[in-house]
């Protein structure tokens, strides 16, 4: 069983910054880690996702903008969210499958967080 907490969501204005975090309860490098968005009244969407051995996989509304890591050492998953867009609105959520082939497919994830808030004003 792995137990994930994000944190590092808030409130930003349009064009700022955010670092999500995502601490696990176990040793995660060998799961597949992403992280997912949910605004309301829409679906899930897969934002970005890396694999045990570093590959990584970017929603197109996020390639440039955001960065997904992984600290294994600290079992700790990251990401960097720059030039926030109001759009990018929603509650973020930190998963983990233990497939290699997940990529940004949530049926696949196993075990998530609670979410973090993010809001980007206009």
């Known amino acids: 069983q792995v137990q994930l907490v994000e944190s590092g969501g808030g409130s930003v204005q349009t064009g700022g910054s955010l670092r999500l975090s995502c601490a696990a309860s176990?040793?995660?490098?060998?799961?597949?880690m992403a992280w997912f968005r949910q605004a309301p009244g829409k679906e899930r969407e897969g934002v970005a996702a890396?694999?045990?051995?570093?590959?990584?996989d970017y929603a197109d509304s996020v390639k440039g903008r955001f960065t997904i890591t992984r600290d294994n050492a600290k079992n700790t998953l990251y990401l960097q969210m720059n030039s926030l867009k109001p759009e990018d609105t929603a509650m973020y959520y930190c998963?983990?499958?233990?497939?290699?082939?997940?990529?940004?497919?949530?049926?696949?994830?196993?075990?998530w967080g609670q979410g973090t808030q993010v809001t980007v004003s206009s």
């Open positions: 998963a983990a499958a233990n497939v290699g082939w997940a990529r940004l497919v949530a049926a696949l994830y196993k075990f």
């Open positions: 176990a040793y995660t490098w060998t799961y597949y």
């Open positions: 890396i694999s045990t051995g570093g590959g990584i």
